[in-house]
RNA sequence: GCCUGGGUAGCUCAACUGGCAGAGCAACCCCCUUGUAAGGGGUAGGUUGUGGGUUCAAAUCCCACCCUAGGCUCCA
């Protein structure tokens, strides 16, 4: 039922790709060399191409959504016709693009089918399509971006319209406010508006100032992953964040990964590079010592911050940043501990990720592309081993929709992603588990066996956060800002209804700061009513507010984030219940 | 890196085809002393991203670079 649901959907939009091809082709004749357009799972696009120095922007949508709404008017029936290569070599002659598609056509051996709209319209298509362009009422044309022709960076670029299209009024309303809805939970924009963090031109782009609140909220979040880690069987380690280029050749970073390093600089004749990885440091402490297969599992977890030279077109608020700290650690372990590892550190994901309030979570497991060899390393017999350990691991804890990236592996190993689920639907991909079998091999590690012989650990990298900036980023946008109280930079703002309350306020304030509470006193020279809109705008969970009365009695009016409801009681009452709710990591 | 927009006060944004750079919020000062989402008045704040060019005159036009947005490619 739900497919089927898509796949109209789906028809629906391709169609409304056509309705506007159809529409700029008769805005623009002789300008527009249309390429390609399918559905996409939001709605639509279509790639084309432009000449005679037109340019389309999004102050042109107005203009073209009238010119669709004209050709739905016409009610223009979707026709398909059968043709021969000739006919479909002389139909769309003067666009390379439909030619290229035609040959392939021809080499599968396939029909060529194409689809009129009216007597202007003809596009090279599969179809289907609906019955007539009387049935596309509710589209929107959404942005205009570049895209290289066939997804490949080596084609010319192209001109892109994203769109989409829904069988009903209402449902297009719907989506469109969703949109509002997911700019308005921007990180980008409340990282301003709470003053959390910013990135500066000059210090560098891609690289993060955490503000007072903002550092708050990553300590937070810091403290509570080591301490879970440290109670896991973890030991914390510390690393610098330069090493020598040595280093890094001897790890593969050198040879596989070196256009995302930072170029290196110069030291006393040594070449020294920012590090765009932690491990190579966990595995010159576990070498520095002779192991024995007593001493496996080893855990070295870090908060651990690395450096990678991102193309500058693909930076973005804190999701996709140049520097930043991952949550990172590094299980060593024989080969018969090696699913319990694993099984293990999934569990911890589970944990993690639901402390944080993510509910849904898909998994993905990523392999390596055996035609695609020269992107990865090691032998087949490793990777086979490894892919066949993860699985195992995957099927024993029972994770749900286990989806397989064919390619997608690290260039050391194959991995398992946690997908989560935002608050409102948008998939994020957070935590990775990988198995490396290259770094164990490259520096040689080694640990003693019951035998008295020399063998070679596993290694599992993994991060469950992922880094820092980015799960913050994702957090923030999950949240819209308003955190639950044990995450909140600021928990409570006491709000003194005029001067004379002031004094109490800061009695008040000593005796949160003793209960380990993070506060603020809102007591400028502005109405209450004022000071209760900056706390709401700031999204702060707790409100007391003390005014003549509540001194008297010696009580305080506490309120919630959101709410207009208002409880008068002692202070240590309020103290009982925000500590339990904070302990317990409650959502407000 | 590529395509198309954009960069104006701390923030959000104005300034018609080149002609004195402006508003709201924030900041600061004064008044109000506040009872549940913006009380009132005033002050200050700018080499219009940077560098060059065209022009009597440039925020506005041209060139280069930097940053940024939406995408594309990429994300070990």
Redesign the pocket.
């Known amino acids: 039922m739900e497919k089927e649901k898509a796949k109209k959907l789906a028809i629906l939009r391709h169609s409304c790709e056509h309705l506007l091809m159809q529409a700029m082709l008769r805005l623009w004749p002789g300008k527009i060399i249309m390429a390609m357009g399918p559905a996409t799972q939001d709605g639509f696009y279509a790639d084309f191409e432009t000449r005679g120095g037109l ?4 102050d042109d949508f107005p203009k073209i959504e009238a010119e669709m709404q004209k050709i739905v008017q016409e009610k223009l029936p979707f026709k398909k016709s059968v043709i021969s290569p000739q006919k479909a070599r002389q139909l769309f002659a003067d666009n390379p693009y439909k030619q290229e598609w035609i040959d392939e056509i021809v080499q599968k051996k396939e029909p060529i089918t194409v689809y009129y709209t009216g007597d202007d319209f003809v596009d090279l298509c599969r179809g289907p399509h609906v019955k007539n362009t009387g049935e596309l009422k509710y589209f929107k044309l959404l ?6 022709w066939r ?3 080596k084609n010319k ?4 319209i ?1 769109g989409t299209c829904f069988p009903t009024k209402k449902e297009l309303e719907a989506y469109l406010k969703q949109r509002e809805e997911a700019q308005k939970r ?1 990180h ?2 409340l990282g ?2 709470l003053d959390l963090f910013l ?1 500066d ?1 000059t210090v ?3 690289l993060i100032l955490w503000q007072p609140r903002g550092a708050m909220l990553r300590k937070i979040i810091m403290d509570f992953a080591l301490d879970t880690y440290l109670k896991h069987g973890y030991q914390l380690v510390f690393t610098p964040h330069i090493a020598r280029i040595k280093l890094w050749q001897q790890s593969g ?1 050198w040879d ?2 070196r256009d ?2 930072f170029a290196p600089f110069k030291a006393e004749n040594q070449r020294y590079s920012l590090k ?2 932690n491990c190579p440091f966990h595995v010159k402490i576990y070498n520095h010592k002779i192991r024995s297969y007593r001493d496996l599992p080893l855990r070295y977890t870090e908060m651990g911050t ?1 450096y ?1 030279f ?8 804190l999701t ?1 940043v140049r520097g930043f700290t991952q949550d990172d650690a590094h299980i060593i372990c024989r080969r018969d501990q090696l699913e319990n590892e694993i099984q293990q550190a999934l569990k911890l994901t589970v944990y993690m990720l639901k402390t944080f309030g993510f509910r849904q979570f898909k998994v993905k497991l990523s392999t390596r592309d055996p035609k695609n060899k020269g ?1 990865f390393i090691g032998n087949d017999k490793d990777w086979e081993l490894a892919e066949k350990f993860l699985r195992q691991a995957l099927q024993k804890e029972k994770i749900v929709s286990l989806e397989e990236d064919r390619g ?6 194959p ?1 398992i992603d946690v997908v989560v689920n935002d608050a409102i639907g948008r998939e994020w991909q957070l935590s990775t588990i ?1 198995l490396d079998f290259n770094l164990p091999a490259r520096f040689q590690m080694r640990y003693t066996d019951q035998h008295g012989q020399a063998q070679q650990p596993f290694m599992i990298h993994r991060a469950l956060l992922g880094s820092l900036e980015r799960f913050i980023g994702i957090l923030i946008e999950h949240y819209g800002g308003a955190f639950p109280p044990w995450l909140a930079p600021v928990q409570v703002s006491i709000l003194p ?4 309350e002031i004094a109490l306020a800061e009695k008040i304030a000593l005796r949160l700061k003793q209960a380990g509470l993070r506060y603020e006193i809102a007591a ?7 000071r ?2 900056q706390a ?2 700031q999204k702060i969970p707790y ?1 007391l ?7 008297k009695a010696n009580k305080v ?1 506490f ?1 919630r ?2 709410s ?1 409801e ?1 409880k ?1 009681l002692s202070l240590e009452n309020f103290l009982a219940t925000v500590n339990e709710e904070i302990a317990k990591k409650k959502l407000l």
Do not use: C, W
């Open positions: 340019k389309i922007t999004p942005s205009v971006a570049g895209a290289y997804g490949s960076e670029m192209l001109t892109r994203y921007d980008r924009r301003e508006e990135i031109e560098g782009p891609g970073h596989f990964y995302s390093m765009p990885m690395v990678r991102e193309k500058s077109g693909v930076l973005h608020g996709r992107k997608g592996a690290a260039f050391y190993g991995k990988q209804i005029t001067k004379n400028s020279n502005q109405t209450l009513s004022y209760l809109r709401e705008l409100l507010i003390l005014g003549a009365k509540e001194a009016v309120r984030r959101g207009k208002q008068t």
